[in-house]
Each structure stands twice: as structure tokens, then as C-alpha cells.
């Protein structure tokens, strides 16, 4: 792996500053702590700064500091929360590799009951650690490249353990190169061959990519890419259109995939195969997005925000919602959380009144849309996708004063936002949903946050 700066990051008591200190030793090179250098910017300690300009005004100066870090080979040790402002981890990614460390919380209080930090919580010191670590994990795996647990080494041997995790690389070279050559199999473009062969041996390069069947119409890639390029990562997003999702992350440990985005078939059933689903995605029942770190696998849900965002500013009572799929009951969830009554209803009863039972809504099949006179109408099925001159519903039903929001985003202008332009209503193409989805997951996959306006012009 070529040489950059190692930055620590993690919960306070996990061993960043004495464990980046006999990193300097074993490597010769430089040792900055971001809480030392707010200290010495200021002139005061970490906890006078917190009682006089609370911890918003701390993580002001914080971000400040890490701007000013010079780029360039180093080690870095990181304050408990830098990683949680996104702008934060930008700037430390770039020319890095980013190492978490963990410790058992029953560690972290023995490490550092007796300080003098202030409570981020009000909490008593056991439950605070617990809460902390739960609500902020999410965000320092996605910042990592790797992972150490702490909670029996000494710094010297925790330091020997990084150096050893980053020059072994991120992947083994032979599983890598199995990897790619089943990929080159599938129907992804010639020139998407001839870069993976091209790339196949390099142990520096995270792989990320789409994983469905077919997921070949996805224009993940090229936007991946080039945010990837934006933002300085060592990555590489392709296409993996696979039948069998849980086959397929059985082949993933040591070739270095680090992310994937899930579209269909496989959003629910790869679920089972996963390590940890979050709540919103487990209450979906569906995941759309993997984040994979040290071989463990976490499930997402990106989709229901991608939904909800567009939704700003948008009111009314009744949201009906056509299809029964995994982007359905994103759709249903979304518009729970604005505020509307959701009706599912979809050609097959059964599937509605199935995905109805977890959330109380109305179902129906598609040509009861009459007997609604919903305020919001959102398509989740693939009708109109492509060349398919189709709509999912009898243009008739449509009226001056609904809002259309079709999520299929090839093309752009479907059949369905083109009879519902024509009945004067008001549409929210499916680039919407596309694009904030996508800003979501790239902040999950790599702790960043890529403006929703660099997307869109991506896009085109």
C-alpha cells in the first residue's frame, strides 16, 4: 500500500493519542493530536472550552483545527467526536488510511473515569459511554478503512498490529483476482473489463459497485467514480450483477469490496445474510445498501430518504403508493414520516395486504385508485422503465391537484410523469429520489457528504 498519513479515530479512552505516539516512534514520522492542538490554538483546556462555548462551539474550533493539518505522510490522533461533522472526515481522508479503535465499554470507563471531561449527556459516566458508542458507531465505521479492538493491547503492540493490518493491504491479491475474473463474466461494458483486468493485482483500491439482477441500467458507477475522484478516495465502483446474493457475499472476504448499493431482486433477500441491519431498514424490511468492514456486513436503508427529501414542503393526507415491493415499503415509511395516510395497492392483493400488516395501511389493487382521491400518488413499480410505453394506472384518475412522484428514473420524463404533466399536476421525477438516496449512501459508505447539487449535475 503506498505511504499516507494514519489517522486514529474512535471513542475516548480507546487508546488514539498514546497508540499514535508509538506509531511516530515506530515509523519515524510526525504526531499530531487534534485536542492538543485545539488546546494550544486557544489557550485553554478541553474542558474550559466546553463550559464556555458548549460543544457546538468545541466542534467549531475542532473542524477549524483539522483544516489547518497539513497534508502529507503523519499520524493523527482524532478527538471522540471529529469524525460525527462529515467535513471533518473529508479532510481527513484525503492521502489516509483511517483506523478505528475500539475498546468493551467496561474498558473505556476504567481508561477514563478519573478525567475531567464534562459530560456530552447529562448520563451517569457507565450508561453515557453505552449510549455514545451506540449512536456514533454508525458513523465511525463508516469513516474507517480498518478496524482494531483495543481492549487488551498495550500501544506498542497495538501500533505493531496497524502497521502490519496496512501493509498487508487491504485485499488478498488471489481472491481479488477470482473476484474480478467472475465479474468480467457478467454482461458489464468492454471498457469496464478491460479496467478491472488492468486493476485486478492492486491491493490499495477499495471495490464497491450494484448489486442486482439486472442492475446493468444502474448509473451508479460512473457517479461513484467520479465522487470518488472529487474526494481523493482509492476506490473503485463497478457493476456485480449476481442471481444469488448471499453466495455472493460469501465470496467477498479479503478482496477488498467494501460497499455495495442493493437493487433488485435482492434487497429483501439479502437481508438474512448480513451481520446487523439498522432499525429503519429492519422496519422497511428491506436493505439497499451494505457497508462492509472487517468482513462484518451492515445493512441499510437508504431509500426511504431519497423519498422523504423530494417530499419537503409537500402536504396532504392521503399518499397512495403502486407496487408492493422494497421500494414500496420505503415509499409507505417515507410518507408515514410526513405525515400522510398511506394506500398500498398493487396488480397481486396478497403482496399489498402483506406489506399492509406491518405498517396498518389500506391496500387494494391497482385499478381501485378511483375510490382514493389521493393528494400524493408515488410509483414504485418498474412500469415505464426504458422503452416500455406503459403507466401503472388509467390516466384518468389523475387530477389537477395531485403530486405525481414516479421513482423510475430511466428515462427521466416517463410515460406516467407525461400523462400526469398533462392532466396539470404537479410531478417529482424519479432523478429526485436517485439522487438523494445516493448522497445518503455515499455518506454511509465513506463518511462523507457529496453535495445533492454535485449529483444532480452528474446526472445531467
Known amino acids: 500500500m503506498a505511504k499516507r498519513r494514519i489517522v486514529l479515530i474512535g471513542y475516548r479512552g480507546t487508546g488514539k493519542s498514546s497508540i499514535g505516539k508509538a506509531l511516530a516512534l515506530q515509523t519515524g514520522q510526525s504526531h499530531l493530536d487534534t485536542d492538543q492542538l485545539i488546546v494550544d490554538a486557544t ?30 505522510a503523519g499520524i493523527i490522533s482524532t478527538g471522540g467526536g471529529a469524525v460525527i461533522r462529515p467535513a471533518n472526515v473529508q479532510m481527513l481522508r484525503m492521502n489516509s488510511v483511517i483506523v478505528l479503535l475500539t475498546s468493551k465499554p467496561e474498558i473505556i470507563f476504567k481508561r477514563i473515569h478519573k478525567t ?3 459530560s456530552l449527556t447529562g448520563l451517569p459516566p457507565k450508561e453515557e459511554i453505552e449510549n455514545v458508542l451506540e449512536e456514533r458507531m454508525p458513523t465511525y465505521r463508516s469513516a474507517a478503512d480498518f478496524v482494531l479492538d483495543t ?13 502490519e493490518l496496512i501493509q498487508s493491504g487491504i485485499c488478498n491479491p488471489e481472491k481479488r483476482m477470482k473476484l474480478i475474473s467472475s465479474v468480467i463474466q457478467t454482461s458489464i461494458p468492454s471498457g469496464e473489463k478491460i479496467h478491472l483486468k488492468k486493476n485486478a493485482g492492486c491491493s490499495d483500491i477499495f471495490l464497491y459497485g450494484i448489486l442486482g439482477y439486472p442492475c446493468m441500467h444502474s448509473k451508479s458507477p460512473a457517479i461513484y467514480n467520479h465522487l470518488f475522484a472529487d474526494y481523493g478516495i482509492p476506490a473503485h465502483y463497478t457493476w456485480f450483477e449476481q442471481k444469488n446474493p448471499g453466495e455472493f ?11 455495495l448499493s442493493v437493487t433488485i431482486p435482492h434487497k429483501v433477500t439479502i437481508m438474512p445474510h448480513l451481520d446487523e441491519v439498522k432499525h429503519d431498514a429492519e422496519s422497511i424490511g428491506a436493505v439497499n445498501t451494505v457497508l462492509i468492514l472487517n468482513d462484518e456486513k451492515f445493512g441499510y436503508n437508504t431509500d426511504w430518504k431519497g423519498i422523504y427529501r423530494p417530499l419537503e414542503g409537500v402536504t396532504g393526507e392521503k399518499a397512495v403508493i403502486l407496487g408492493a415491493g422494497g421500494a414500496a415499503a420505503a415509499a409507505v415509511y417515507a410518507v408515514s414520516m410526513r405525515g400522510y395516510t398511506p394506500v398500498i395497492l398493487n396488480r397481486s392483493p396478497d403482496r399489498a395486504i402483506h406489506l399492509a400488516r406491518k405498517t396498518g395501511a389500506e391496500t387494494g389493487k391497482l385499478e381501485d385508485i378511483g375510490k382514493f382521491s389521493p393528494d400524493l400518488i408515488i410509483n ?29 428514473y430511466t428515462p427521466k420524463d416517463t410515460p406516467l410523469l407525461q400523462a400526469a404533466l398533462a392532466a396539470g399536476c404537479s410531478v417529482i421525477p424519479g432523478t429526485e429520489m436517485f439522487i438523494h438516496q445516493l448522497a445518503e449512501q ?12 454535485r449529483i444532480r449535475e452528474m446526472l445531467g
Open 43 to 72: 489557550g485553554k483546556t478541553i474542558p474550559e472550552i466546553f463550559n464556555s462555548e458548549g460543544e457546538a462551539g468545541f466542534r467549531e474550533i475542532e473542524q477549524h483545527v483539522i483544516a489547518r493539518i497539513p497534508s502529507g
Open 442 to 453: 455515499f455518506r454511509i459508505l465513506t463518511g462523507i457528504e457529496a453535495p445533492v447539487s
Open 116 to 118: 475531567d471531561r464534562p
Open 151 to 163: 481492549s487488551t493491547t498495550t500501544a506498542r503492540e497495538a501500533a505493531t498490529q496497524i502497521l
Open 249 to 259: 457475499l460469501q465470496s467477498l472476504p479479503e478482496t477488498g469490496v467494501r460497499g
Open 380 to 408: 414504485t413499480t418498474p412500469v415505464g422503465m426504458g422503452k416500455d410505453p406503459n403507466i401503472p394506472i388509467p390516466p384518468q384518475v389523475l387530477k389537477p391537484e395531485m403530486k405525481v412522484f414516479d421513482l423510475v
